[in-house]
């Protein structure tokens, strides 16, 4: 065989394997969103939760006019549609990551699977993926709610800042996920634990209660963690006085560092076996 031959096969078996890869992540993406379909608790706590936050919100605080931690004077109905928002983003990438991820893992689901030819790459990147279509699908009910419900409009120029930060946070989020399933042992302590972070994270975010409200030192403690800037990212591309594209840069920067540093945490300390004992 010539050496032209030679490096035509394996150029061919180059593209076979990214044929190979790109369809297994399509087949294991399609498993890991029919599982979750399939879990009422998930679904329920994922999609279903955050409409009726953002119902209630936007019912309760309609009339108001809020005035944000910038000095911008928003409607209550419009102000609350990107805080739910990212709620929503960080229950579908966050925290069903987190729980689902330790719950395969106690359960030794995860290292049967890993014991399969399945790469381990392909089945990070489809629970990301899957993390990322289960928050588009989100958002955009809540945004269809925002707008045939309560008459909240969503300024043209700022879709492709919605869109940019939806992906962004999604993605960041969900390597920030993945590190946070080193440090929890067990699936009963998954929730109790997303809980106790994420809970205190949203009141101090502005994301329950209206930023004028929230003491300065609160909101400068909430600026160090991935939440607040979400709210804010999402936030700036529905300011009516904001022009040009809209897409806050900053904001995105640190959402990414926040997923950099996830990634880390996780390439280094993630494990495939249950923590409580083998299996």
């Not at 928002?85 to 689901?109: D, K, P, Y």
């Not at 529905?238 to 997923?259: C, N």
Request: some cysteine; overall charge positive; proline content about 5%.
């Amino acid at each position: 065989m010539t050496d032209g031959s030679a490096r035509h096969v394996h150029r061919d078996a180059d593209v076979l394997t990214a044929r190979e890869a790109l369809r297994f992540v399509v087949h294991q993406t399609r498993y890991d969103l029919l599982v979750f379909r399939r879990n009422r608790q998930s679904t329920f706590f994922t999609l279903i939760l955050p409409i009726i936050f953002l119902v209630i919100f936007a019912s309760v605080f309609r009339s108001d006019t809020i005035r944000t931690a910038g000095g911008q004077e928003i409607k209550g109905s419009t102000y609350y549609v990107p805080q739910i928002v990212s709620l929503g983003i960080v229950s579908a990438a966050f925290s069903n990551v987190v729980g689902t991820v330790i719950t395969q893992r106690e359960m030794g689901v995860l290292k049967r699977r890993r014991a399969t030819p399945l790469p381990a790459a392909v089945m990070v990147l489809a629970r990301a993926i899957s993390a990322v279509v289960i928050a588009v699908v989100l958002v955009i009910a809540l945004l269809a709610v925002a707008r045939f419900v309560y008459g909240v409009t969503i300024p043209g120029r700022a879709i492709g800042a919605i869109i940019l930060t939806v992906l962004v946070g999604s993605v960041s989020l969900c390597c920030v996920a993945y590190a946070m399933t080193t440090l929890v042992n067990s699936s009963e302590s998954a929730q109790p634990v997303i809980q106790a972070i994420t809970l205190p994270i949203f009141f101090i975010s502005g994301v329950f209660f209206p930023e004028n409200i929230v003491p300065h030192w609160l909101l400068d403690v909430a600026n160090i963690f991935p939440v607040r800037h979400l709210a804010r990212a999402l936030l700036s591309a529905f300011d009516p006085a904001r022009t040009g594209s809209g897409i806050p840069t900053q904001h995105l920067l640190v959402l990414a560092a926040w997923g950099i540093g996830g990634a880390i945490v996780a390439i280094r300390r993630f494990t495939w076996t249950p923590r409580g004992g083998e299996r």
